[in-house]
């Protein structure tokens, strides 16, 4: 049974990012596409079960054709809609280039494929994937040229995050956006994102996705690596 994987606004993600109890310095920010689910598989089947798949596949042990780590790769899952998913435990290492894990990294999906021709890559899922970036590195003193990885530059051979996102375009979003201010970024994106973060439901709703992430702060391998990265065989 997979663990419960709840949705997250930009705002709530922020204040989340502020809030948690962090035990390790995260230096990296690791920016992957999912290949499949894409953009269409979303629209079809919503964001929960996109992730659910995900995870399935990447716990289902090699020998049934899945992957064999112990939870799902990304810390968390960036949807079309700018919906972010939590996923592994964020002290944790991902599973996210075969040598370039450590629990220094944070690494997240963004739902779809990028290549060009392929999904666009823009929207309410562009800006959360440049804030959710700068609030890590914000946080930890980090800056955008030195912190944002592209999961291509460890792997050869594959375009990930997509042949039509170009780094030093998305570096200069992701300064941009640290530069602008981590505490009044993406206010507007997506719409439920408005809600005030001083309210008080707005603080127990964060409250109760810190609790939900402290719960994944298990005992579980610490560097799963990554032997490739097709994640769900397109059907």
């Known amino acids: 049974m997979p663990k419960p994987f709840n949705p997250m606004t ?4 922020l204040t989340a990012v502020s809030k948690f109890n962090w035990t390790v310095t995260k230096t990296e920010v690791h920016v992957h596409c999912t290949d499949t689910p894409n953009h269409k598989d979303f629209r079809q089947k919503g964001g929960l079960a996109c992730v659910e798949s995900m995870h399935g596949f990447h716990t289902r042990p090699k020998s049934q054709g899945g992957r064999g ?26 599973a996210s280039a075969l040598g370039h894990n450590g629990s220094h990294v944070f690494m997240f999906e963004m ?3 990028f290549d ?22 914000d946080l ?22 997509g042949s039509a996102l170009k ?10 956006v640290m530069d602008g201010g981590i505490s009044s970024m993406a206010m507007d994106l997506p719409p ?3 809600a005030a973060p001083d309210r008080p439901e707005f603080l127990k709703s964060v409250d109760s996705l810190l609790e939900e992430l402290d719960q994944r702060e ?6 799963d690596g990554e032997l490739d990265h097709t994640l769900i065989p397109t059907s």
Do not use: M
Request: aromatic fraction near 10%; include cysteine.
């Open 10 to 13: 930009v705002a709530q993600f």
């Open 69 to 94: 780590w112990s939870d799902i790769a990304q810390h968390v899952s960036i949807d079309p809609d700018g919906i972010i998913w939590t996923g592994r435990a964020w002290n944790r290492s991902p």
């Open 111 to 113: 739902i779809g494929l």
């Open 116 to 137: 060009t021709g392929k999904d666009p890559f823009g929207g309410a899922q562009e800006q959360a994937a440049y804030h959710v970036t700068a609030a890590v590195l």
């Open 140 to 161: 930890f003193g980090v800056s955008a040229t030195d912190g944002v990885k592209f999961h291509n530059q460890f792997t050869s051979g594959k375009t990930c995050p």
């Open 167 to 176: 780094r030093p375009d998305f570096v200069a979003n992701v300064k941009d």
């Open 192 to 194: 439920a994102a408005e």
């Open 218 to 223: 298990d005992d579980g391998v610490i560097d």
